[in-house]
């Protein structure tokens, strides 16, 4: 849908006029702007890293573990160190001794845990152990493979369960973070229980893009890198601590990105170049390959969890008792956040009276798990719906009408004990689905068959296809919580006609550059509006994830805009003797309520230079208590699903033929951006259902490539069907919008569990969903 949109916007622009003149473009809020970039981004000319050059180039190349868990006896460089064309070799002994780095987007992450270079134990396959500067790629990658590590192969720790008993992996222990939530009556029971144990993947974020950055030296003993990073602010002080240095000697420029579900330019990735250009005072250039990615950057936690769920006889829920595992992997990372919002959103978008749920985040030799979205929403997304349709079956009850009954509104209290303030359709969007009419079946003629499961060549028989239909209700935290600071700032500035925006919000596709000048148009009137690229010299704008950047930096950005508003139109105010609130700027044109005023903005500006510098920071939160209380978040969005799916009994093959989607947006800002944004996160929820699970047997990452790890195609993505967008402002967010990449995630995964249920009979409780438990039971 988003596709045709931005067609439409191109073919008028390109039609013109009926006087003959270019058709303008839309503009301002409310209208499909396309972005800047896009016909670059089409045509393959937009410059990401990897495109990146410099004079004097090296090329490095990272030596990483070939075990889950050793011991590093010795680290030999000599050989590599000798080769001809290599200039530096760096390993742990090049950095600071106290320098470890960490990541978390909440208010109680984690202290730094993981080290740059592992120096005596390796905790996960893949951890970086050295690094290599030289004259060509093939030689970085031959010298890192010559350098000679002694191991002592240890017996890794892959089961999270087994990880409590376990010997400490680190010296912080095996247990990252531990919340016990207790809400209401622990001896409330109901007349209706229901258990499950279920069982979610690991999902890779897969970026169309691999990882790749450039670090120049600088004279004054500093650094530039130029990352596609999306959390600059962040990253650059983690290198400076890294490197010895003060983090204004350490620049990060933000290149494009190459996709970013999820935190993007590991620090293996990042730390290294620096290190490299630093020693050898060249700049140096990496590139990784797809295994490297794989192996380099942080996945969706693997999640066990085990719930059970008590109801009247009516179908209301009376109490929640669940536990819930994630598996850090070897380093925290952002753990403690998934765990708060695994915990926190257990119960679902469902009114839970008692609630008794404990939550843990372990270390294992696993691959490290970390920020990708939806984290820890998706997880237990998948379980409470589950269990809503274990109730549901065992009451008697339509899926639907059971998910109705208990439907949380705004006003209504999570198992957090916070107050839900925000708008909460959560009703008025599964009604929306559940009436959207169903699609046809399809027939049975050869012109069809391609619509049946596994396509015209599989290997199924039609009369063994069964359709379901199944439901999902999903949620996610908007913002970071827990007591984070949510603050970003901004900068507008108007000279000659041309708005400039200045502010270190990210984009990774999510569409704030393109929000950004819609601001600007529509609150100076003014069409052309730049962005400026993203560097640590401009002050913190923070992490792109969670929706920030639609809520505070395009907070920051409008009231920048609005300041300089007010300096353009305060002259004239003066002038006529009225108040600026009776001027109006429409089209480039400024005019007062009674006519009298009429210019245009070019002529108010009479050459001046304007500029205005704005900050916005939403109320603060707080950190669960130690009974998992307190008012955690800032906001929150809601998504309602209806699956279709046909699934062939016998193989258990599956395709998904329709998801209809009904989603809590608050305000739409760019229609055609906002339907694309939705039909993206659909679609990595079906690959999180049916396909992507990144195998590592014993703690070694299995087939670290696009053939191994089953990314949905176009020829999978399901007919998405955007039924219903709700617009019910939150009136404490800027525009009032929400983000809305997120929740579709998080909801789609449990919405096609649901209906393959549906048509199998089978319970399905792990993701993906493995082709033997889509069979039939033959009993």
Known sequence: MSNEAATATDETAAAGSPSGGPEPLPHGIGASLPATDVRAKTEGTFPYASDLWAEGLLWAAVLRSPYPHARITGIDITQAQEMPGVQAVVTHEDVPGSALLGRGVGGVAGRPDRPVFASDVVRHHGEPIAAVAADHPDTARMAAAAIVVDYEILEPVTDPEQSFAAEPLHPDGNLIRHIPLRHGDADAAGEV??????????????????????????????????????????????????????????????????????????????????????????????????????????????????????????????????????????????????????????????????????????????????????????????????????????????????????????????????????????????????????????????????????????????AAVRRGVGYGLGMVQLLGAEGADEVSTATVKVQDGVATVICAAVETGQGFATLARQIVQETLGIEEVRVAPVTTDQPPAGASCHGRHTWVSAGAVERAAKMVRTQLLQPLAHKFGMSTELLQITDGKITSYDGVLSTTVTEAMDGKELWATAQCRPHPTEPLDESGQGDAFVGMAFCAIRAVVDVDIEIGS?????????????????????????????????????????????????????????????????????????????????????????????TSPAAIASAVRAATGRPVGRLPIRPQAAVASTS
């Not at 990073?229 to 601590?241: K, M, N, V």
């Open 193 to 462: 229980v229901v258990e499950g144990l279920y069982r979610i993947g690991r999902q890779d974020p897969a970026p169309i893009g691999a990882e790749a950055g450039l670090a120049v030296p600088r004279p004054d003993g500093g650094v530039e890198l130029y990352t596609a990073s999306t959390d600059p602010h962040a990253d650059r002080d983690r290198a400076a601590a890294c490197y010895g240095l003060e983090p204004d000697r350490v620049k990060i420029v933000v290149t494009g990105v190459p996709g970013a579900s999820a935190d993007r330019e590991d620090a293996s990735f990042q730390i290294p170049l620096g290190l490299l250009a630093l020693r050898t005072g060249c700049p140096v250039k990496l590139t990784a390959t797809r295994e490297e990615s794989f192996l380099g950057h942080a996945h969706r936690h693997p999640t066990l969890l085990r719930y059970r769920h008590h109801a009247d006889a009516e179908g209301k829920l009376v109490k929640v008792e669940a536990q819930i595992l994630l598996d850090a992997g070897a380093y925290a990372d952002s753990s403690a956040d998934a765990l708060a919002a695994a915990v926190s959103f257990a119960c679902g978008p469902y009114v839970v009276p008692n609630a008794f749920i404990e939550g843990w985040a372990v270390r294992t030799n696993n691959p490290p798990s970390g920020h990708v979205r939806g984290e820890g929403a998706m997880q237990v997304c998948a379980a409470y719906e589950a269990q809503m349709d274990k109730l549901a079956r065992k009451l008697d009850l339509d899926p639907a009408e059971l998910r109705l009954r208990n439907a949380m509104a705004t006003g209504d209290i999570l198992p957090t004990g916070q107050t839900v303030t925000c708008p909460a359709p959560v009703a008025e969007l599964l009604a929306a689905v559940r009436d959207f009419p169903l699609p046809d079946l399809p027939k049975d003629t050869p012109e069809e068959d391609w619509l049946l499961p596994g396509g015209p060549e599989g290997a199924g028989d039609p």
């Open 654 to 746: 599956i395709r998904v033929v329709e998801l209809a989607v009904a989603q809590d947006v608050g305000r739409i800002l760019n229609p055609a951006q906002l339907r694309a944004r939705i039909e993206a996160g659909v679609t990595q929820g079906v690959g999180a259902a049916l396909t992507e699970n990144l195998r590592t047997p014993r703690g070694l990452v299995r087939h670290p490539d696009l053939t191994g790890y089953a990314l949905p195609t176009a020829l999978d993505a399901p007919d998405i069907r955007i039924v219903k967008l709700v617009e019910e402002r939150d009136v404490v967010a800027p525009f009032g919008a929400k983000a809305a990449s997120a929740v579709p995630v998080v």
